[in-house]
């Protein structure tokens, strides 16, 4: 069940523990992501923890679930990820 002002504690990290993140520069360009998916999708982003292979993110929704929020931040990530 969601509703608005649930609290999640978000967690992905790359297959076989593989890499998500190979520099810095992705690290921020994912952070980068989420502010632009933040004004799109309003949601508070509360605390985070990003590594090279996973991250932990802790969100607050507000209109929107937390689903479609993810969606939308991994979705923009990977589509640059891929064009490097």
């Not at 090279?52 to 209109?63: C, Q």
Request: proline share 1%; net charge neutral; aromatic share 14%.
């Amino acid at each position: 069940m969601e509703f608005k002002g649930a609290i999640y504690h978000v967690i992905k990290r790359g297959n076989n523990r593989e890499y998500i993140f190979r520099e810095r520069d992705d690290k921020e360009f994912f952070l980068t992501c989420l502010e632009y998916i933040k004004e799109d999708s309003g949601f508070n982003l509360l605390g985070y923890v990003i590594m090279d292979n996973n991250y932990h993110l802790i969100i607050e929704t507000k209109e929107n679930p937390i689903n479609k929020i993810m969606q939308k931040a991994n979705k923009r990530y990977s589509e640059n990820y891929l064009e490097k």
